[in-house]
T-cell receptor
Framework: GDSVTQTEGQVALSEEDFLTIHCNYS??????LFWYVQYPGEGPQLLFRASRDKEKGSSRGFEATYDKGTTSFHLRKASVQESDSAVYYC?????????????FGLGTTLQVQP | EAAVTQSPRSKVAVTGGKVTLSCHQT?????MYWYRQDTGHGLRLIHY???????EKGDIPDGYKASRPSQENFSLILELASLSQTAVYFC?????????FGPGTRLLVL
């Protein structure tokens, strides 16, 4: 079945550091890919999405490019802030069966020190 | 912005008891979902619904029932709560391919 793999379970950075969180997926066809962010005590909220090869999604300084060749959708930010501390989830939308369900990676906890 | 609310926000239940988690959305979305979040597993789909009075099984439906009495409301029911059902539960609704999540319900089964 479809799956999403996030390489990093936890990332610790200092403010103004460069962030990369790796996301690779396995799916047939062209799933829509998502990055969600979850702050403590809240539900996941959409950061951005991309639906086709080479499409770049971006929001709040974060960005990721859909790469079908490498089946990747890595999250990057040039300069992180303490307020970016949260859990980040990569997800794909199941395009089979028309359920629209999301398949999530295990999440990456980002801790940014001031 | 989609509005999805959940109640209660937290609950302590006894093993073998019945638990009902409620979800309400105000944006007329057709699809609604229940996910479970556990450390080491991310979020996993329990049940979903695409129309009132109809529910479908997700990936981990065992031990859970769902009810969609109206387009706005979607409940998750644990008839006989077990220790293994301790988790955080999220409801979501979907429009245009994007899901919008509620704030979650933290359930502790003792």
């Amino acid at each position: 079945g479809d799956s999403v793999t996030q390489t990093e379970g936890q990332v610790a950075l200092s403010e103004e550091d460069f962030l990369t969180i790796h996301c690779n997926y396995s799916a047939s066809g062209y799933p829509t890919l998502f990055w969600y962010v979850q702050y403590p005590g809240e539900g996941p909220q959409l950061l951005f999405r991309a639906s086709r090869d080479k499409e770049k999604g971006s929001s709040r300084g974060f960005e990721a490019t859909y790469d079908k060749g490498t089946t990747s959708f890595h999250l990057r930010k040039a300069s992180v802030q303490e307020s970016d501390s949260a859990v980040y989830y990569c997800a794909l939308s199941d395009i089979t069966g028309n359920t629209g369900k999301l398949i999530f990676g295990l999440g990456t906890t980002l801790q940014v020190q001031p | 912005e989609a509005a999805v609310t959940q109640s209660p926000r937290s609950k302590v239940a006894v093993t073998g008891g019945k638990v009902t988690l409620s979800c309400h959305q105000t944006n007329n979305h057709d699809y609604m979902y229940w996910y479970r979040q556990d450390t080491g597993h991310g979020l996993r789909l329990i049940h979903y619904s695409y129309v009132a009075d109809s529910t479908e099984k997700g990936d981990i439906p065992d031990g859970y029932k769902a009810s969609r009495p109206s387009q706005e409301n979607f409940s998750l029911i644990l008839e006989l709560a077990s220790l293994s059902q301790t988790a955080v539960y999220f409801c979501a609704s979907r429009t245009g391919g994007t899901q919008y999540f509620g704030p979650g319900t933290r359930l502790l089964v003792l």
